[in-house]
């Protein structure tokens, strides 16, 4: 076979959105000199797909996270978190 589908590094990386990330980030700061935007951004996403010896069969039963971006061009920083949704069947 030929073409961009041939090989598995064509899509590098892809697996990993179904993949477990348990890690949590309080608030990462980093500068960004010459930013010229400022907003806030949060996307929703899943981080965990197993838990007491369970595991889900739809990516989109797994356990949510979410990652939220902060860029602020007078300060000129982008600061990045990411962590659980705090749901009620997540605290469960």
């Not at 477990?20 to 981080?47: D, K, M």
């Not at 971006?69 to 990045?80: H, K, N, P, T, Y």
């Amino acid at each position: 076979p030929t073409g961009p589908m041939a090989t598995p590094a064509a899509d590098a990386g892809y697996e990993l959105l179904l993949a477990n990330s348990l890690e949590t980030v309080r608030r990462e700061c980093f500068a960004a000199p010459g930013l010229t935007h400022s907003g806030v951004w949060l996307i929703p996403a899943v981080g965990r797909f197993d838990m007491g010896g369970r595991d889900f069969t739809c990516a989109l039963d797994a356990f949510g996270k979410w990652h939220k971006f902060e860029l602020d061009s007078d300060r000129g920083a982008i600061c990045f978190t990411a962590e659980f949704m705090q749901t009620g069947f997540f605290n469960e």
